[in-house]
T-cell receptor, first 113, second 113 residues
Framework: KAGVTQTPRYLIKTRGQQVTLSCSPISGHRSVSWYQQTPGQGLQFLFE???????NKGNFPGRFSGRQFSNSRSEMNVSTLELGDSALYLC????????????FGPGTRLTVL | DQQVKQNSPSLSVQEGRISILNCDYT??????FLWYKKYPAEGPTFLIS?????DKNEDGRFTVFLNKSAKHLSLHIVPSQPGDSAVYFC????????????FGTGTRLQVTL
């Protein structure tokens, strides 16, 4: 079956702009999580959505937000972009049963100039 | 506060030998641990996991060991192959699912001929 897909794969924005990233989970997966990967910090958890509700949230400012649709597709939005937001943004999906693993998409590379 | 630590940023091993990647954690609430492999420009790929009720889990060339008293886990790859060259992340969860993972900063493994 198809894996997790993320669009776009690459994005260049300038400071102050906003951006929306999209994630389509594996069919049947209801949990979608977002992570930010930077060279210095590794992968950091942003938030998780399950059945259209944010269930978990990491330690990121309110400029980072997300949502999930009824078909489990998810979007992540970053407003008022800062240079430090340049990173690889990864989406992962799981069926959300105990001991299930997450399956990651290829990521969206965001560059803020 | 880095709750999951991979203290070796890089490791070089000869083809055919054993690769041992280490990971330490500080949060005693973690009860599920996973290892992921990541190639450049791709999302992390799940390798193997272990529940805190076990101390060893094996899958082909990959074995994960968990020492709960030391809050330490390790991934053994035997025999190492050039295709194993990648960045390896350990991750931990404290809610019985893989929906919200805390990652280490990764270890870059290079398998030489």
């Amino acid at each position: 079956k198809a894996g997790v897909t993320q669009t776009p794969r690459y994005l260049i924005k300038t400071r102050g702009q906003q951006v929306t990233l999209s994630c389509s989970p594996i069919s049947g997966h209801r949990s979608v999580s977002w992570y930010q990967q930077t060279p210095g910090q590794g992968l950091q958890f942003l938030f998780e959505y399950f059945s259209e509700t944010q269930r978990n949230k990491g330690n990121f400012p309110g400029r980072f937000s997300g949502r999930q649709f009824s078909n489990s597709r998810s979007e992540m939005n970053v407003s008022t972009l800062e240079l430090g937001d340049s990173a690889l943004y990864l989406c992962a999906s799981s069926r959300d049963r105990a001991r299930e693993t997450q399956y990651f998409g290829p990521g969206t590379r965001l560059t803020v100039l | 506060d880095q709750q999951v630590k991979q203290n070796s940023p890089s490791l070089s091993v000869q083809e055919g030998r054993i690769s041992i990647l280490n990971c330490d954690y500080t949060n005693s609430m973690f009860d599920y641990f996973l290892w992921y492999k990541k190639y450049p420009a791709e999302g992390p790929t799940f390798l193997i996991s272990i529940s805190s009720i076990k101390d060893k889990n094996e899958d082909g060339r990959f074995t994960v060991f968990l020492n709960k008293s030391a809050k330490h886990l390790s991934l053994h790859i035997v025999p190492s192959q050039p295709g194993d060259s990648a960045v390896y992340f350990c991750a931990a969860s404290g809610d019985g699912t893989a929906s919200k993972l805390t990652f280490g900063t990764g270890t870059r493994l290079q398998v030489t001929l």
